[in-house]
């Protein structure tokens, strides 16, 4: 029965512990342990070519060590079910690696638009004061803080209960950035009402196009 070295998937399988790059004549595969599938090539230990490969089986040897085996020499020794038993294993790794990643790309993003949005409102805060454009100010201050607050709020729902909140996020998203540019566009509007230096706060629409995320 094969043995898990991970609950995650495997990406740097020749950095493990006990894993050897070669092996002797006299060495002896005893089973398949786990596979992996590795950020850069690396190489069979069994075969005569040494196949170079990036998807491939942790085999245990008789010497307690263990060794790297690509998909053909990896069945030889554990055959067609082990191998599919594994590879069902690491493509559930896989699809969880995934996920992860795009949660943290999405979370990170969020976070960046709130804190940009964040330092627009503080500056707004801090710089409009004519009681002229108190009116104006306060309704855009407080459109600021609803959003910060929604972004704060998806952030944190998206790190912490990804799989449930990832449909609600993707639909708030393109919402959010329409907000942002719809403020940006106000800001840009009233700059022959605001000092000068307001208007290097007006950089929404550039900064969100960078977060990497399309607008639908």
């Known amino acids: 029965m094969e043995t898990e070295l991970s609950s995650e998937l ?11 790059a070669a092996i002797g004549a006299d060495v002896t595969p005893v089973r398949l342990l786990d596979g992996y599938i590795s950020e850069k090539t690396v190489r069979c230990a069994f075969c005569r070519q040494r196949q170079s490969h990036k998807r491939g089986y942790f085999v245990e040897l008789d010497t307690g060590m263990i060794a790297l085996a690509g998909h053909c020499c990896a069945l030889k020794i554990g055959g067609q ?8 294993s690491v ?6 690696a995934d996920i ?6 999405f979370a990170a993003a969020i976070e960046q638009l709130s804190s940009f949005v964040s330092e627009v409102l503080l500056s707004f805060d801090q710089q409009i004061t004519a009681t002229k454009q108190r009116s104006f100010a ?3 201050t407080e459109d600021l803080r609803s959003l910060v607050k929604a972004l704060d709020e998806g952030a944190g ?4 209960d990804y799989h ?8 708030k998203w393109p919402i959010w950035l329409a907000t942002a540019e ?9 700059h022959t009402k605001l000092p000068n230096d307001v208007k290097a706060t007006c950089l929404l629409e550039k900064r969100v196009e960078n977060l990497g995320f399309e607008k639908t």
């Open 91 to 96: 493509d559930q790794k896989k699809r969880t």
């Open 157 to 160: 729902g998206c790190r912490q």
């Open 10 to 20: 495997i990406v740097d399988p020749d950095k493990r512990e006990g894993v050897v």
């Open 100 to 105: 992860v990643r795009e949660r943290d790309a």
């Open 81 to 88: 079910e082990s191998i599919k038993r594994i590879s069902r």
């Open 138 to 140: 306060q309704r855009t």
């Open 182 to 190: 719809r403020l940006q566009a106000i800001l840009v509007e009233e």
């Open 164 to 171: 449930h909140q990832k449909d609600r996020l993707l639909k």
